[in-house]
């Protein structure tokens, strides 16, 4: 059922990881009906536009042992996909919501994943008094990249990677930022692009801190969305 991910990596195929895989899939799909975690409720789908979506970046980067937060976890894409296959990461998912929050614990807990705990505040707060915590900042889903970028680098140790993880308007999104990333003590440094007939067209986009981040970061919410970064 699993198979299409050991394409990704052939060490995926891994039955303790599948067996997990499974549950989740399960959970997700009965607390789908109180909670409405996602639109996505067929197992395929499920499968290939949650789980194989949240790991294909993991082929550009070296996980072993990183710290990584998840920004907007939602339902755990990717935050809970990568500990299921990245057992020995340390990983935090931030997640604003608070059914959505509920979930993730239930996740964690019934799948017994060790080193892995979710916060329920918002990554504006959260980044200002977790500076430089993390290896890797990594999200799907939550803001365009001249807001995300804001929300979540102040965590990002220096010479860590945000990665974002993006649609067919990546183009676009990388133009509004007006290389303005480098205020943020960010370059861009490569983009991994996957074409597949189920997901379209999918842009992981990789950033590397090269310099502290000015503690002018980040504003208050509104200040960031009325007027993002290279605006
Ligand atoms: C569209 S969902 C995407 C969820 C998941 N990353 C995925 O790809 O399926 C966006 C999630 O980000 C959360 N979120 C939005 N802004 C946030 C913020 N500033 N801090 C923390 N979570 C946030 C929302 O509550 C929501 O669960």
């Not at 710290?67 to 931030?94: E, Q, R, Y």
């Not at 990594?138 to 970028?149: G, T």
Request: glycine fraction near 4%.
């Amino acid at each position: 059922m699993f198979n299409i991910l050991t394409q990704i990596n052939k060490n995926f195929e891994c039955d303790i990881a599948f067996e997990k895989l499974k549950k989740y899939k399960d959970l997700l799909k009965t607390w789908n009906s109180k909670f409405n975690l996602t639109a996505i409720t067929d197992d395929e789908e499920i499968i290939k536009k949650h789980f194989y979506d949240s790991l294909i970046f993991s082929s550009y980067i070296d996980l072993i042992n990183q710290s990584i937060l998840d920004i907007g976890s939602g339902a755990g894409f990717p935050g809970i996909v990568i500990k299921i296959f990245f057992p020995n990461t340390n990983l935090v998912l931030l997640e604003s919501n608070n059914k959505k929050v509920l979930f993730l614990k239930e996740v964690i807990k019934e799948l017994d994943l060790k080193n892995i705990i979710v916060i329920n505040e918002r990554a504006e707060e959260y980044t200002k008094n977790n500076i430089e915590c993390f290896d890797i900042v990594i999200s799907r889903a939550v803001a365009q990249l001249n807001i995300l970028l804001e929300l979540g680098v102040q965590a990002l140790k220096i010479d860590g990677y945000f990665i974002a993880l993006k649609g067919k308007n990546y183009d676009l999104e990388i133009k509004q930022l007006n290389k303005k990333e480098k205020e943020l003590g960010l370059l861009f440094d490569k983009k991994q692009i996957v074409e597949d007939n189920h997901l379209g067209l999918r842009a992981n986009l990789f950033y590397k801190k090269f310099k502290k981040t000015s503690s002018l970061y980040p504003r208050s919410y509104n200040k960031i969305k009325n007027k993002p970064i290279g605006d």
